[in-house]
C-alpha cells in the first residue's frame, strides 16, 4: 500500500511540475530556447560543405520528410512532430562561409536560429547549434517540457557527425554569402 502511495506521489508531482512548466512557457510567449554541440572529425571546409546541403537533411534529422530549397534563401520543410505531418517555410537570414548560417521561418511553425562552425584543428569541427521555437498544441508542449526537442537536435547532430564521417566527404557545396537582413 505504501509503494502505491508513493508511486501516485510521484507521478502526481511530475505532473504538476509539468503543468508549471507548460503555464510558464504560455507565460513567455511560448518559446524554448535550446542549445547543443558537436565536433566532428573532419575540415572545417567539409562540414560547412555539408551543412549547405539542406535536401540532404532527411538522412539524419529525425522526422523531416522532405527539404526543397526554393532558392539561395529560401527553404520549404515537411516533417512529422509529434506523429502529425507539418510543413513550413524558412529564410536564411545570415550565412558566412565556414562560420555560420542563421535562419527564421516565415510560415508555418515558428523557430529560428544559427548554427556556428569553429576550426579546432585541421581535422576537427565544432559544431554550435541555437534555435528558437514555438511548440504548438499541447502534444508539443508537453514533449517540450519533457526536453524531447533538446534530445532529438542531439541525436540530429550525432547522426550529421556519422552522416559525414562515413562518407568522408561532402555530398555538395555552397560558398555563396547572405548578409543579414
Known sequence: MLKKLVTIAA????????????????????TSMMEDSIEVNLPISTVYNQWTQFEDFPHFMKGVCEVRQIDDTHLHWRAKIGGKETQWDAEIT?????????????SGAKNEGVVKFY???DSITRIVLQMDYGPKGIIEEIGDALGLVKMRTSGD???????????????????????QH
Open 94 to 106: 545570415e550565412q558566412v562561409p565556414e562560420t555560420r548560417i542563421a535562419w527564421r521561418s516565415t
Open 11 to 30: 507521478v502526481t508531482a511530475g505532473g504538476l511540475m509539468l503543468s508549471k512548466k507548460i503555464r510558464n512557457s504560455r507565460g513567455s510567449g511560448n
Open 119 to 121: 576550426k579546432i584543428s
Open 157 to 179: 547532430l550525432k547522426r550529421f557527425k556519422e552522416f559525414l564521417e562515413n562518407r568522408g566527404k561532402e555530398t555538395g557545396e555552397w560558398r555563396g554569402s547572405v548578409a
